[in-house]
């Protein structure tokens, strides 16, 4: 009996067979159309017939018919210091940051190479130290900003709360005044995702649902850091339904594209993606459990920050992907991104995954324009599936490498289908699991979006051997990257396969539901996630309508600092361009002297 079996095991394709990355271009769904088939999706004919027919057509059972011998990885966590020395150097829990990033404050000319840029961290705490504007000037400048109506139709930002902050900056104000501020950060306007714990507001995750209507009593780990540096928080932000999506597509309330309005930001992390783009703010938290950071980052222009598995905290986020969603930030620039990794890194005693990293380094932006001591790995292959003008973006890209002094070498990743295929089995049983739990679809389902519940729908319902194969996968997939971790310092990416997706006045009422788009937004970024290796995205690029075009730098786990240096100096040689929907906190920004 046993021959048999082992006979049968071995006439499975081997995962070396390494397949073709799924792409699929079918209907979109919205409108009348959409509500129908949500409703057949949730019949007993559709969960029985037309749900085992979607997850044959995206390839969702090939897994099942590869043979794997690997050890299976639940958690991407990689127990090593950046010496490699397993072990050593690990940091310790505490309330605030690890980290003293004040080196990272600079004269706010230093950064500036374009003809527009940002108000940044740097700006704040120069203006405030030097008494040209106080933190009580910037609150009362963004309330009476998100009183308007162009940032009410941009949809930003979902709860806000004009009393506190102006309490809270009174408080800052008169810090500075006696020269004692809590840190470099303090009265910095910043914007969290709505699905993080923020004392005074809802975690409403985008939903209508009653179980995420509770006001919180208090902040989370991260979220204390923060505000315990005196960073001022202006609100929430929009998200995708539960955070269920890439596009950013939430008719409750939607969050455009400041570059285009008529265009979505991406998702799931749609609304601090447009607060920042828009300069609302320079900083604002997300999470990413596939591409949701990175995807919005690189259609609004911004800066993303996916780390390492672990680094930030992920307490306190309601919908569980337990082993791929990663707290992060976006932000108006590099130098603001490493000042946010500095305060936000470390252990929390209450997240036993970041109980073991080792302790976060700073990074050097001091040494400019120069890369001689960096490996770039390309795999040209994986980018050509891109539109043509992101292709070009990323050659251009790669020329200013070279020119730079990086070295470039050509990689070539296998099992990007089988791993895209482990990524969606996890995370589909991770979030199904956890909606099984609450009942969510049978007692509060006709709250719920359309296309939120036909991803729900397919979410339940993963086999324990689909699950099982795909952390054997991860295991792979985890080799692989370390295989070219030994060669390379860093590997470039696009963040996604097309530039923003247009907004249809059929979408408003009912959202809509692509598979094909989700697969494109998908394309560059669930490889990080299944893996949990930090990435970095920047903008720089556009295409010929004026829509950003971002680039991803995927680093080793733990070495964020590397991702954040390398970006910064990609980042001096691109022209960021104004977008069309900006605010001008400050009238007279570039006078500053």
Not at 12 to 18: E, F, G, N, T, V
Not at 143 to 155: A, P, W
Not at 268 to 283: I, K, N, Q, R
Request: glycine content about 8%; charged content about 20%.
């Amino acid at each position: 009996m046993a021959d048999k079996e082992d006979d049968k095991r071995e006439e499975r394709p081997s995962a070396k067979q390494s397949r073709e990355l799924l792409t699929l271009d079918v209907i979109t769904l919205d409108g009348n159309l959409l509500r129908f088939c949500t409703w057949l999706l949730s019949t007993w004919m559709g969960r029985w017939f037309i749900l085992p027919i979607v997850w044959r057509m995206i390839n969702g059972n090939l897994l099942e018919n590869i043979y794997l011998d690997e050890i299976p990885t639940f958690y991407p966590i990689i127990g090593e210091t950046l010496s490699g020395t397993a072990g050593a150097d690990l940091a310790v829990p505490q309330i605030g940051p690890l980290c003293d990033v004040s080196s990272l404050i600079v004269n706010p000319t230093t950064d500036c190479t374009n003809d527009f840029r940002y108000w940044s961290i740097s700006d704040y705490s120069d203006s405030y130290k030097r008494q040209i504007y106080t933190p009580f000037d910037i609150a009362m400048s963004i309330c009476k900003i998100m009183k308007s109506r162009d940032c009410q139709v941009l949809g930003a930002l979902t709860q806000t709360d004009t009393d506190k902050l102006m309490s809270d900056a009174i408080l800052s104000t008169q810090r500075w005044k006696d020269g004692k501020p809590l840190s470099v950060v303090d009265g910095v306007p910043m914007a969290i995702k709505e699905e993080i714990i923020v004392q005074g507001f809802k975690r409403s995750c985008g939903t209508r649902l009653p179980a995420f209507g509770n006001v919180c009593s208090e902040d989370e780990f991260t979220i204390k850091r923060l505000r315990n540096s005196g960073m001022l928080i202006i609100g929430l932000t929009s998200m995708h339904e539960l955070g269920l999506g890439t596009t950013g597509c939430n008719p409750k309330q939607l969050a455009r594209n400041p570059h285009n309005p008529q265009f979505y930001c991406g998702g799931s992390s749609s609304g601090s993606a447009a607060a920042v783009a828009s300069g609302l703010c320079p900083v604002a938290l997300g999470t990413d459990g596939g591409g949701s950071i990175r995807v919005p980052a690189g259609l609004c222009g911004v800066v993303g920050l996916k780390p390492t598995f672990g680094r930030f905290s992920n307490s306190g986020v309601d919908i569980k992907a337990y082993t791929f969603l990663t707290r992060g930030c976006l932000c108006s620039c590099v130098r603001d991104t490493s000042i946010i990794y500095g305060m936000c890194s470390g252990p929390d005693p209450e997240y036993h995954p970041g109980l073991l990293q080792p302790n976060p380094i700073v990074p050097d932006l001091s040494t400019k324009y120069k890369l001689d001591h960096i490996t770039i790995g390309v795999d040209w292959t994986y980018i050509e599936h891109s539109d043509k003008e992101i292709v070009h973006a990323m050659r251009h890209t790669v020329d200013v490498l070279k020119k730079l002094g990086a070295k470039i070498k050509e990689i070539h990743f296998s099992e990007l289908e089988e791993s895209r295929c482990a990524h969606l089995a996890v995370i589909s049983s991770e979030i199904g699991s956890d909606v099984a739990g609450r009942d969510l679809m049978i007692s509060q389902g006709h709250l719920l979006d359309p296309d939120t519940i036909c991803t729900l729908l397919s979410c339940v319902g993963v086999t324990t051997t689909r699950f099982i194969q795909a952390c054997r996968q991860r295991t792979r997939a985890i080799k692989q990257l370390r295989c070219h971790f030994q060669s390379v310092d860093i590997i470039l990416l696009p963040c996604t396969k097309s530039t923003a997706y247009p907004i249809h006045d059929s979408h408003l009422a009912y959202g809509f539901s692509s598979i094909g788009v989700k697969l494109k937004y998908m394309h560059y970024a669930f490889l990080a996630n299944l893996t949990g290796v930090p990435v970095v995205a920047i903008p720089g690029h556009y295409d010929a309508t004026g829509l950003p075009i971002g680039i991803q730098l995927m680093g080793a786990w733990w070495r964020e600092n590397i991702l954040l240096e390398v970006g910064y100096v990609l980042e001096q040689q691109f022209t960021i361009k104004k977008p069309t929907v900006y605010f001008d906190v400050v009238s007279g920004i570039n006078k500053l002297k």
